[in-house]
């Protein structure tokens, strides 16, 4: 059986396609198992197993057929769990320190008026984005949803979610850079 796999792995290494259709039908439950432990949404834990696969794809040149891809694939797994966690944590600290320092309540009289004014921008800014862009950008940034739900939602792959975010920001940024 080792060398089975060792077979498969040198396979996979060299870019072999059948191999990694073998080594993913092998451990993809086993991954999922993994990554089940500590998602708790589908879309997140069916995000995760794609990364999984989609970096054992790309690293495949630095496979070593005499080591565990379980292992490698475990660790690619927790890796991306790890970063998923990290990015939630700094998500929800920076939105706490927008509510807490900069809702127009805490702003004195003058401020206010510049807060008011500068969201008032932004919100005509933001219409002013084509109907698609402006519906992604809400939802990732507005409504805090995830790539993986915007692109379920509306039927769009995660590049083209990140294709729009990128154009509305620039757009975005053009159109306040008067003002700021």
Known sequence: MQSFDNEILSRLKAGNQQAFKEVYLEFVEQVKGFASRYLDTTSDLDEVVQEVFVKLWEKRETIDPERSIGNFLFTIAKNIIFNKYQKRVNERAYINYLNIYLTAENLDTENRVLFDECRSMLEAAVEKLP???????????EEGRSHSE?????NISKKTIETHIRLALKQLKSEMKAYL
């Open 150 to 154: 915007i692109a379920e939602k509306l």
């Open 131 to 141: 109907e698609k862009r402006r519906q992604v950008y809400i939802m990732l940034r």
